[in-house]
């Protein structure tokens, strides 16, 4: 949301002038559309990266708040619970050595931001959810100490009107209920920004909406919540229930849920910022003193500050941001599908091949969304969500196919050329794809390694489900500080 908010009580006048903006700023942006005044030259990226705390004996460690101070680091930030913390790394270009300066970078970072744990005594994991955490821990008591978490909070409790009801069905189930959205703290993920010129938008995103399934697979990392074995990336399922504001009878009405898929492919960036303000009525009505009609007439560049607050209050899995740098507007896709972790190598392999993946079909003559109806994107997206790496998903010319197939026989073709295309060194490619292509051929991610870790304590060495976590997570803990990736971890 990406401001702070001294005042959380909003009048019923408030809203009406806020909702009066955001269309004005939706107008504004049309207007900025037509007039092609963005940024359509650079090819910028960026990555946000979600941490959880624990303490030494691998429980959540509530302890954000005093490990940011003594950072006194503008790269980290709070997150929704006090075991979470995020890191915004430096936007660059891929080009060239842009991966390596990545990794350099983050895992800098990572080490400073581990020491100054260490003094608190807590150390960080890159993970999709931790798997110690309880339904002690997910309360609203342990939201983080910042008033847009509780304002946030108060005005989704407001609007569903009754407790927030999980129910998740996978190789085990888990049914529970919260009054507040404490639980979503346990979704920590990556996020990958591509900045896109206006015109290019619509190919991007449909092509981020055609892959996510298979980002999914890939990556899952997720497969405990509560002590449940679930889905291998239950991180979706939790997500799209801890928040989600409709009682049944507005389901049953087909009213659409805050964290949204979407329904059909688009033909501009318009069309998702002018749903995100047709579908879903504002949350936190927080006016700013920008007249953005005033600010465009004078040649200058609005902010559109109620518009990008509104959109960031609708969850797409694959959201765009309106933002403006160096007094110049432009457009990204905000990738929003994959867990954290296991390791920097891990993520930067995940980045490469979304990155160059979907440069490329968004590039080709015949668009990959002409072929694979957006009922069968969404499909995939869940199937691939609860069944990780052994998926099977549908895809164009092929039929159902085991998604590991898919990525070998076709789709890391697709990401090499696509990085090529960014500039990407030869060597940063191979290496970063053929991360890709070994979980592939053996099967291996974080979901799977979590699970066989899990299953040779529980039947192996005869530990209960709670100690089998915390016996996994600090091993986890342990092997993700080598770097290396997932698939080549021992089990035991």
Known sequence: MGKDLAEVVFSAQDRTFYRQKVRRCLDVLALMLDDATFDTESRMTGLEIELNLMDADAEPAMRNAEILANLADPTFQTELGQFNLELNARPRLIAGAGFADYEYDILASLARAEDRAGKSDSTIVLIGSLPTLTREHLVLANLSANERYRALNDQLVGARGEQFQVDIRGVERLQTANDSIAPEAACTSVQFHMQVPPDRFAAHWNASQAVAGIQVALGANSPYLLGRRLWAETRIALFEQATDTRPDELKTQGVRPRVWFGERWI??????????????????????????????????????????????????????????????????????????????????????????????????????????????????????????????????????????????????????????????????????????????????????????????????????????????????????????????????
């Open 267 to 492: 033909t501009s960036v318009f069309d998702l910022f002018e749903e995100n303000v047709r579908y879903f009525p504002p949350l936190l009505p927080v006016l700013d003193d920008e007249d953005p009609i005033a600010v465009l007439h004078a040649g200058g560049v609005p902010r559109l500050g109620e518009l990008r607050l509104h959109n960031g209050t609708v969850y797409r899995w694959n959201r765009p941001v309106y933002d403006v740098m160096n007094g110049r507007p432009h457009l990204r896709v905000e990738n929003r599908v994959l867990p954290a972790g296991p390791t920097v190598a891990d993520m930067l392999a995940n980045a490469a091949f979304y990155f160059g993946l979907v440069r490329q079909l968004a590039e080709e003559d015949r668009p990959i969304w002409s072929q694979l109806p957006f009922a069968a994107a969404e499909d995939n997206f869940h199937a691939c969500a609860r069944q990780g790496i052994e998926a099977i998903v549908y895809w164009p010319q092929t039929g159902e196919v085991p998604v590991t197939d898919l990525v070998r026989d076709i789709l890391l073709a697709k990401a090499h050329a696509g990085l090529a295309k960014f500039g990407v060194d030869a060597a940063q490619r191979d290496r970063l794809l053929g991360i890709i292509e070994e979980r592939c051929r053996l099967r291996r991610n974080g979901a799977t390694w979590q699970t066989e870790m899990v299953g040779a304590a529980e039947h192996g060495r005869g530990r209960d489900r709670g100690g089998a976590l915390h016996d996994m997570l600090l091993r986890y803990s342990e092997l993700q500080r080598s770097n290396a990736p997932v698939h080549s971890w021992p089990v035991g």
